[in-house]
């Protein structure tokens, strides 16, 4: 392969990777490319074997797609040259679009702009090899005119936020708690797996914004990784004013930028909340009150207390039992000092179990019309 030099670059960028992600010796990889190199197939080598080959040597769990780069030209035509009418949103890496590519397939696509890099290649194709029913998927990327587009499957019922406690001129939704617990189960199942892999995925940015529902509301997280694009990002200290999105980063992160998968655990714990209360966590829990709901669930003793905060939309859908254990899982995810926090694997076996007694025991779901559980119906509007 010396004559090579396409080839030269792609083992390079294999074994930049792998060491990064703690996989040391260039046996494997001769012993991986020798039977391509007899085969002659020389095209596209880092694309398809950069992202599964190396993923596979680290223990993530793969499906057979490998991550597709795309053409800007591709892009473009999927989103009408990004055409305001199909601007969805902006986060953090960019504006994200809505786009139709020409096989049929909705996606989301963000958008920035940013030079050349391979490290982008690498990350994007890391991150695309993550598969899990509880994930939004990576599907590829995009690099051309100093511009960097990361390509997503389109999840079309959106955020939980959105139906949660409205945003814009989109209202609130009536959630019943099974149907949140069942949220919470997804979305923490599709951290738990982030967690599994070796080595460990941290988030670093969950909350309830990035926890979509598709066309079977189905949680999924959405940004897994997403951080490892934006480099350093400062963030406010504990005597700031915290804001929507700083309220979910652990006291160790927002003091040390210390991020592990304890404060993932957090930051889960904020969700869970908002879940429960239908609030965004940042705000008052009275008008009296000087803390925002994090803290004044942090510094209250009695769980009858914190009962107050419950979402008066859910009615009688709950058993007094089912509650409170999920309020306790909740403040136990709220726990200043990470150590004290549970697992993401616990909190999947709790939530799990809660749901599966809630199941079972609850038959009358409050007044009004029946309970709708399948598909689009899932969420009701509140009137």
Request: charged share 25%.
């Amino acid at each position: 392969m010396n004559g090579n030099t396409d080839v030269n670059e792609s083992c390079s960028n294999i074994r930049r990777c792998c060491r990064s992600r703690g996989i040391g010796g260039d046996s494997w990889l001769a012993y991986m490319v020798l039977p391509i190199s007899q085969t002659g197939c020389f095209k596209n080598i880092r694309d398809r074997i950069f992202g599964s080959l190396c993923s596979r040597h680290i223990g993530v769990q793969l499906s057979l797609r490998e991550a597709r780069r795309f053409e800007l030209r591709e892009l473009s035509l999927a989103t009408k040259n990004f055409s305001d009418r199909n601007l969805i949103g902006e986060g953090k890496f960019g504006e994200v679009y809505k786009g139709l590519l020409q096989d049929g397939m909705l996606v989301a696509i963000k958008k920035r702009a940013g030079a050349p890099s391979q490290e982008f290649i690498d990350e994007a194709c890391y991150l695309s090899s993550i598969q899990h029913r509880n994930l939004v998927t990576l599907l590829g990327y995009c690099q051309e005119n100093n511009q960097q587009f990361l390509v997503y499957e389109y999840i079309p019922n959106g955020s939980v936020s959105i139906h949660l406690y409205g945003v814009g001129q989109v209202s609130a939704q009536k959630i019943e708690f099974k149907h949140r617990l069942s949220i919470a189960l997804g979305a923490a199942k599709g951290l738990a797996h982030l967690h599994s892999l070796s080595p460990r995925l941290v988030h670093k940015d969950f909350k309830t914004a990035n926890v979509l529902v598709d066309e079977n509301f189905i949680a999924k997280v959405a940004d897994a990784g997403l951080r490892n694009f934006l480099g350093r990002i400062d963030v406010a200290g504990p005597s700031s004013q915290v804001t929507a999105d700083e309220i979910f980063l652990a006291p160790e992160v927002r003091e040390f930028r210390r991020f592990s998968e304890k404060s993932d655990v957090y930051s889960f714990g904020v969700f869970l909340l908002e879940l429960v209360s239908g609030r965004e966590a940042s705000e008052l829990p009275s008008s009296n009150s000087t803390e925002n709901l994090v803290e004044w669930v942090q510094n209250s003793h009695d769980y009858s207390n914190i009962s107050s905060s419950i979402d008066s939309r859910l009615g009688s859908s709950f058993t007094a039992e089912g509650m409170e254990e999920f309020i306790r899982l909740t403040v136990r995810c709220l726990e200043p000092s990470s150590e004290r926090r549970p697992t993401m694997s616990y909190v999947v076996a709790e939530l799990d179990r809660i749901l599966d007694k809630e199941m079972s025991l609850t038959t009358v779901m409050g007044e009004g019309s029946p309970t709708v559980t399948l598909g689009s119906q899932l969420f009701r509007a509140t009137k």
